[in-house]
């Protein structure tokens, strides 16, 4: 994980909003804009503060739309596991 990137978004007041995970996608995300490795890029300044902050935005708005993503689905089949239960419980209690 890049220090500059750690140092960027102490400074943006940021920092506490991140996850480890989330900083390492924001590297890879500013490697992958630049071309170049994620701490050089912020040295040689390839990135105007507007545009990493935008791009801190974007990692965390995905991060966000995964999580919700993950607990509707943890919900969903939570609800099926339930159903199926009571539907076991209902034909055992008729066996019997």
């Not at 300044?45 to 995964?66: A, I």
């Amino acid at each position: 994980m890049s220090n500059m990137v750690r140092e960027w978004l102490r400074i943006l007041g940021l920092l506490p909003q991140t996850t480890h995970e989330d900083r390492v996608a924001i590297d890879r995300e500013i490697e992958w804009v630049t071309g170049v490795d994620c701490d050089e890029a912020l040295k040689q300044k390839m990135l105007t503060e507007e545009e990493f902050e935008e791009l801190v935005k974007r990692v965390l708005k995905t991060r966000k739309e995964k999580q919700e993503f993950k607990e509707q689905m943890e919900k969903l089949f939570e609800d099926k596991r339930k159903k199926k239960k009571k539907k076991r419980k209902n034909a055992y209690v008729e066996a019997v």
